[in-house]
């Protein structure tokens, strides 16, 4: 009876050890890495929201944003 050869996967990792006491060390540490981060950098996370919701209004209304800043320039200039 033919059997088709399945690919095996394995999981590799930087580390190459075969103990899970490794892995359990790794994963404990890099849950304390993520819960302790954003608290660390929170008005950096603050910032890239803040950015990334201006980018989404900015992208969507771009033609639109681009009038208003060219009358807002226009506006200056002839006041000046």
Known sequence: ???PIAPR?????AAHS???????AD???LGHHLNTC????????TLQHASVSLHGF???RLVTT????????GLVYWAL
């Open 9 to 13: 996967h394995v999981w590799r990792t």
């Open 18 to 24: 075969d103990t899970s006491a490794f892995f359990r």
């Open 38 to 45: 954003p608290q660390i950098h929170r008005h950096l996370l």
């Open 27 to 29: 994963l404990a540490a």
């Open 1 to 3: 009876m033919y059997q």
């Open 58 to 60: 900015v992208a969507t």
């Open 66 to 73: 681009l009038v208003v800043v060219a009358t807002l320039l």
